[in-house]
């Protein structure tokens, strides 16, 4: 018999000892969940146990980026316990409790490499929408590079120039919509945004790097810095106002990036680009990033039109 419990965060440890099995991208520290929590509208963490021992867990939340009507899961069931129901008796609490919030979509994301999980979803009904797939720097194996930014541009840090936030935001609201599978998604107020946006756990004004274009913010790259895992730091968000696009911004402040985590003792860089998302993926490339097997964007109807 399964038992699925609703968990706190004092128990988070177990919870991601159990995800972190299954897809590594869902290890890290207990401080990053909780901000993750903080930063959604909802969330929820679910651990199933059968005869005493841990099968499986679960997340779901609403809100933090989702479309109207769209909540997201994710179903981690261990290896040893599969074919016993485990997985199917999680997703049933969560697509239960994303209903219970008005959702009528969930949305899931498994490991494209992992066939097993990508069939398991097939079967019950989700049909791929986006694929993100990851990208790997070895700062370990370069030099840090020059910045060499276009003529009039200027790289500041945000913790040199806190004042520039609301340009940050204007930017924000131009890049954001732009991401392939993105323009559905509504843009949070100013103040949500700068809250769950730009200053989570893992987010660092030092690591928030502005072009700053006739004195004016032209665009911006942001690093996520996991307090976990202190040999990789993550790309968040590149964004470039659409009329100065094309002019090389971007690609200097993608070499800000390198330098400085090369400069901070990083080993690693990495980035998840929307296979759609076309110059973004080439500048990646252009600068010796490797691609690696990412993460399947999926989606069920749970009731409704989708």
Not at 82 to 110: F, I, N, P
Not at 196 to 213: E, H, K, N, Y
Not at 291 to 301: A, C, F, H, K, N
Request: charged share 30%; aromatic share 8%.
């Amino acid at each position: 018999m399964t038992e699925i419990d609703e968990i706190g965060a004092d128990d988070l440890e177990r919870w991601i000892g159990i995800a972190g099995r299954v897809r590594a991208d869902r290890k890290g520290g207990v401080a990053e969940y909780i901000d993750w929590k903080r930063q959604a509208e909802d969330m929820v963490w679910l651990v199933a146990s059968r005869d005493g021992e841990d099968a499986g867990a679960a997340l779901a939340y609403v809100g933090w980026h989702s479309k109207p009507g769209t909540g997201h899961g994710e179903v981690f069931v261990l290896p040893e316990q599969r074919g016993v129901g485990v997985g199917s008796e999680l997703y049933a609490r969560v697509a239960g409790w994303v209903q219970e919030r008005g959702c009528v979509v969930l949305e899931t994301a498994v490991a494209e490499d992992d066939a097993e999980s990508l069939a398991w979803v097939d079967r019950r009904g989700f049909r791929e929408v986006g694929r993100n797939s990851k990208m790997v720097l070895d700062l370990t194996a370069i030099e840090a590079p020059e910045i060499d930014p276009p003529a009039g541009v200027e790289i500041v840090t945000w913790a040199e120039r806190p004042e520039l936030a609301p340009g940050l935001y204007a930017v924000a609201c131009e890049a954001y919509p732009d991401v392939p599978g993105d323009e559905a998604t509504p843009m949070d107020s100013y103040e949500q945004w700068l809250s769950t946006d730009m200053q989570g756990d893992s987010d660092r004004p030092d690591a928030t790097f502005i072009a700053l274009v006739d004195g004016e913010v032209g665009g911006y790259a942001k690093l996520s810095l996991s307090k976990s895992d202190t040999k990789v730091a993550y790309h968040d968000m590149t964004g470039v106002r659409r009329e100065l696009r094309g002019r090389g911004i971007a690609a200097a402040l993608k070499r800000t990036q390198i330098r400085w985590a090369k400069q901070a003792g990083y080993e690693k860089l990495q980035t998840a680009n929307e296979v759609r998302n076309a110059p973004i993926r080439a500048l990646n490339q252009r600068h010796g990033y490797k691609l690696e097997p990412g993460l399947v964007i999926l989606r069920d109807t749970l009731s409704g039109p989708d």
